[in-house]
């Protein structure tokens, strides 16, 4: 596939410090208004971060949304109330959570990378691009859990109550995206 741009590369065409900060600072704000929806469960709560971290990579980009993953999880280590359930701290890298906010990053570069190459141009590109993000969220948080709680129950406990929610979540955003793409409304952000 060739390259393509991404909805934050038609609003803010330029590639500059301010139009960077103006994307990421969008993006991570968007990850952390969707982490305020939780259902919680033990030792990792259903959240609506994946949703807001997938969704924020298809549209930024993959230095960008990685950019914006990174900003949401140093916020949240660094005391922001960002995390699930508006909690914060460095514990929650180290905790039985880590795992899945160190993927929170890569799986932003893997789907940004993957929304500037097409895939975020229809529903079915888009949803493999996130499904691949979500794997690989899953596999870091469970290579990390599993140091708490052993590879079955890191399995079980931190994959398969999420397997549901995560499959909507990604439906939801890939419908979103061709939309974002199709409409003329969209202007060019130009910072002063």
């Known amino acids: 596939m060739s390259h ?6 038609r609003l803010a065409p330029q590639v500059d410090l301010k139009s960077d900060a103006v994307c990421i600072i969008a993006g991570t704000i968007l990850i952390a208004l969707c ?19 997938l969704f924020a990579a298809a549209l930024l980009g ?29 514990h929650h890298l180290f905790g039985p959570t880590g795992g899945y906010l160190a993927g929170f ?5 893997l789907v940004g990378f993957l929304a500037r190459k ?8 888009a949803v493999l691009s996130m499904a691949l993000g979500n794997i690989v969220i899953y596999a870091f ?30 439906i939801l955003a890939a419908s979103l995206l061709p ?3 199709r409409t003329n409304a969209i202007k060019p952000f130009r910072p002063a």
């Open 35 to 53: 982490s305020t929806i939780e259902i919680p469960l033990r030792p990792v709560p259903i959240t609506g971060q994946t949703f807001g971290i």
């Open 179 to 181: 939309g974002c793409h």
């Open 4 to 9: 393509c741009l991404t909805l934050a590369d």
């Open 105 to 109: 990053v890569v799986a932003a570069s």
């Open 62 to 90: 993959a230095r960008r949304g990685a950019g914006a993953a990174a900003l949401f999880v140093f916020s949240g280590i660094a005391g922001v109330p960002v995390f699930s359930g508006g909690s914060c701290g460095v």
């Open 118 to 125: 097409g895939f975020n141009r229809d529903f079915s590109g």
């Open 141 to 170: 948080g469970v290579l990390w859990l599993s140091t708490f709680v052993g590879w079955y129950h890191a399995f079980i406990s931190g994959v398969l109550p999420f397997l549901f929610g995560d499959t909507c979540k990604i």
